[in-house]
């Protein structure tokens, strides 16, 4: 998948969950990853944000050290 759908498709997600309590918000991003992308999505999620997560929300920051 390219880096930009990526970072929309996650950011699509953390905006749906921006309006919850925080930690229910990054908890549902978390398992919202977990449960619908498959393993090479994570895969690539994970390296982006290794070289510094351009573009992507705070939520997905926060929701992929949960899944780490």
Known sequence: ???ELMVHNA????????????EEAVAGVADHIQKFWEP???KQLHEYLGQGGSG???LVFEA?????
């Not at 992929?64 to 780490?68: F, G, V």
């Open 1 to 3: 998948m390219k880096a």
């Open 11 to 22: 950011n699509q997600i953390a905006k749906y969950f921006a309006s919850f309590p925080h």
């Open 40 to 42: 090479r999505m994570r």
């Open 56 to 58: 992507l929300h705070e």
């Open 64 to 68: 992929a050290k949960a899944l780490h």
